[in-house]
């Protein structure tokens, strides 16, 4: 498969999804009232559902490379630490504060780098990633939850941050996924049925509710702060951290690994956690269309650039 085709097979269903939402509210399908009642089912049941399901539906205990999985860990907190000392530098308002630091750390790596990883490393590869997802999918959580909850208090304030990590539903989500698949705990096949058909909602659900929430209108508003959040995710810290990871000595899918958490664009579930906690929902919009779509142009470039390292 050619990286042109790799890189929009990847990203343009994203697109595609969010554009039916998009049409939807044209028609008057969908409102503002309707999308922010909706939006708070998706966060409190399906997405939780959705990681409990990939979380617990592969063996990730199987593929464990502690190596690999402390890079990944130890670059997302430094790209958290980084952006939360540094976006309240140059952006005054406390909604859009926590929408940028999540949309610089979180990336779309169910969607997005699953499937580039599978296609650039091979399927033999997957659990490798699924065990870097539940890394990344507990850190993104708290390190969402930690900048929004800060930045809605106007300082840091422990106990909501705390309060906010244990009562989130998407960490409630990954933490039992893990309970059951450490203590070995059986789901029924019926249990199991019912669990995949609730999760899969989840993700075309928040993309259409994603599509009818962005006004085109309103990038100009925001052309700063989705300039800096997309070149943040897409460009900078895949260039900082994806040449220390090849100077360390990672190679082909040790490195595939870690170029699609880097280089994925903002996660789609950034939009719903940040409308669900004070956050600036149209912003974070923004940013989850802006960064998908200028990721079919990046996810490509870097493909070119690592290919001596990432290709068998």
């Given amino acids: 498969m050619s990286t042109i085709t790799l890189a929009f097979d990847a990203v343009f269903p994203i697109l595609a999804t969010m554009a039916i939402g998009f049409a939807a509210r044209k ?20 997405l939780p559902v959705l990681i409990f399901v990939n979380l617990y539906g592969t063996d990730f205990m ?27 530098l140059f952006e005054k308002e406390n909604s859009r504060r926590g929408v940028m630091i999540q949309g610089m750390v979180r990336g779309n790596v169910v969607y997005i780098g699953l ?16 065990l870097a997802i539940v890394t990344t ?14 930045f809605r208090h106007s300082k840091i304030a422990i106990v909501p941050i705390f309060k906010g990590i244990a009562t989130n539903p998407l960490i409630l989500g990954a933490l039992t996924a893990v309970i059951f698949v450490s203590f070995d705990i059986p789901i029924g096949d019926t249990a199991w049925s019912v669990l995949d058909s609730v999760s899969g909602v989840a993700t075309p659900l928040a993309l259409i509710l994603l599509g009818g929430s962005i006004r085109f209108s309103h990038a100009k508003k925001y052309r700063v702060q989705i300039f800096f959040t997309v070149f943040v995710k897409l460009i900078l810290a895949p260039a900082i951290f994806i040449p220390i990871a090849i ?21 789609v579930a950034t939009f ?13 919009a923004q940013i989850v269309a802006w960064s998908s779509t200028f990721s079919l142009g990046t996810i490509f470039l870097w493909i070119i650039i690592l290919q001596n390292y990432i290709l068998p």
Avoid: W
């Fill in 27 to 46: 028609a008057g399908l969908l409102d503002d009232n309707l999308i922010k009642k909706t939006n708070r089912l998706v966060f409190c049941l399906f």
């Fill in 62 to 88: 199987s593929y464990l490379d502690v190596r690999l999985i402390i890079f990944v860990a130890v670059t997302t907190i430094v790209i958290f630490l980084a952006a939360f000392m540094l976006v309240p």
């Fill in 115 to 130: 499937p580039v990883l599978i296609t650039l490393a091979g399927n033999q590869y997957a659990g490798l990633m699924a």
């Fill in 137 to 150: 999918v507990l850190l993104y959580n708290i390190t969402s939850i930690i900048a929004l909850e800060t």
């Fill in 247 to 267: 100077f360390l000595g990672y190679a082909h899918y040790e490195l595939v690994v870690i170029f699609v958490v880097l280089a994925a664009p903002t996660a």
């Fill in 272 to 284: 719903t956690v940040a409308q669900n906690m004070g956050g600036d929902g149209d912003l974070a």
